[in-house]
């Protein structure tokens, strides 16, 4: 009851926060994936998303759209401390003219680190991408930065598990792991191969399940070939 009144005042905030849905009780983990990040709107740090290749990322329209803190201007990695932003080491720069999106997916490329030198594939790591539907029943992990009532998890990596349902042959998928506010953009990943196979973008009209984007997705399977062919350009 005080994480839905805590969402519901969130919602009415900010738009960045709509589409978040807990299945019963709360049982996100803590997670420590590299791969993951959170996006940087201004000074508002908000959403999430997944490397896909050394500078490829993925997330959704609608953080995006809907952002109050400004223009999406970086990402961020490895918040594995409740509060914490990131280390100067582990922020990357959006290419700005990169950013292509649809309802609900975003593709874009990210800048080599100011200090480092490097892309964030280089010291992250980045998910390979499902080459097919994910099945009714199939296993999955969401990964990312949604909020949490607990103190002690508010603001770090957390992963929920879950089940599909309902996989359209349009690319849309319903699933039943836990999120919560700034979870969009998150990862949607198989459990026994760790491939990608979409991002969480929403909660269904029913309040059972939640929505995400497959990969395969007219339009973001597109958007996604064309920045991984730039991105193993030398």
């Given at each position: 009851?005080?994480?839905?009144?805590?969402?519901?005042?969130?919602?009415?905030?900010?738009?960045?926060?709509?589409?978040?849905?807990?299945?019963?009780?709360?049982?996100?983990?803590?997670?420590?994936?590299?791969?993951?990040?959170?996006?940087?709107?201004?000074?508002?740090?908000?959403?999430?998303?997944?490397?896909?290749?050394?500078?490829?990322?993925?997330?959704?329209?609608?953080?995006?759209?809907?952002?109050?803190?400004?223009?999406?201007?970086?990402?961020?990695?490895?918040?594995?401390?409740?509060?914490?932003?990131?280390?100067?080491?582990?922020?990357?720069?959006?290419?700005?003219?990169?950013?292509?999106?649809?309802?609900?997916?975003?593709?874009?490329?990210?800048?080599?680190?100011a200090?480092?030198?490097?892309?964030?594939?280089?010291?992250?790591?980045?998910?390979?991408?499902?080459?097919?539907?994910?099945?009714?029943?199939?296993?999955?992990?969401?990964?990312?930065?949604?909020?949490?009532?607990?103190?002690?998890?508010?603001?770090?990596?957390?992963?929920g598990?879950?089940?599909?349902?309902?996989?359209?042959?349009l690319?849309?998928?319903?699933?039943?792991?836990?999120?919560?506010?700034?979870?969009?953009?998150?990862?949607?990943?198989?459990?026994?191969?760790?491939?990608?196979?979409?991002?969480?973008?929403?909660e269904?009209?029913?309040?059972?399940?939640?929505?995400g984007?497959?990969?395969?997705?007219?339009?973001?399977?597109?958007?996604?070939?064309?920045?991984?062919?730039?991105?193993?350009?030398?």
């Open positions: 009851m005080k994480l839905t009144l805590l969402l519901l005042i969130l919602n009415f905030l900010n738009p960045l926060f709509v589409f978040a849905r807990v299945i019963g009780s709360d049982q996100r983990i803590p997670s420590y994936d590299l791969r993951v990040g959170r996006l940087i709107f201004g000074k508002v740090h908000a959403c999430s998303g997944a490397l896909v290749s050394p500078s490829c990322f993925v997330s959704v329209e609608h953080c995006e759209r809907d952002a109050i803190g400004g223009n999406l201007t970086a990402v961020e990695f490895e918040i594995f401390v409740n509060g914490a932003k990131s280390s100067p080491e582990k922020v990357f720069p959006v290419v700005s003219d990169s950013i292509r999106s649809g309802s609900d997916w975003m593709v874009l490329r990210l800048g080599k680190n200090i480092t030198g490097r892309y964030p594939g280089d010291s992250q790591g980045y998910f390979r991408i499902a080459d097919f539907l994910p099945e009714s029943g199939a296993l999955i992990s969401v990964i990312g930065y949604g909020l949490s009532f607990s103190n002690e998890r508010r603001k770090k990596q957390q992963s598990q879950g089940q599909m349902f309902a996989v359209s042959a690319g849309t998928f319903f699933h039943n792991a836990d999120t919560t506010a700034s979870n969009s953009g998150s990862p949607v990943v198989d459990s026994h191969t760790d491939l990608l196979l979409g991002v969480h973008n929403s269904s009209s029913n309040l059972k399940f939640n929505i984007t497959s990969v395969l997705a007219t339009g973001f399977a597109n958007e996604l070939q064309k920045c991984l062919q730039y991105s193993a350009q030398p």
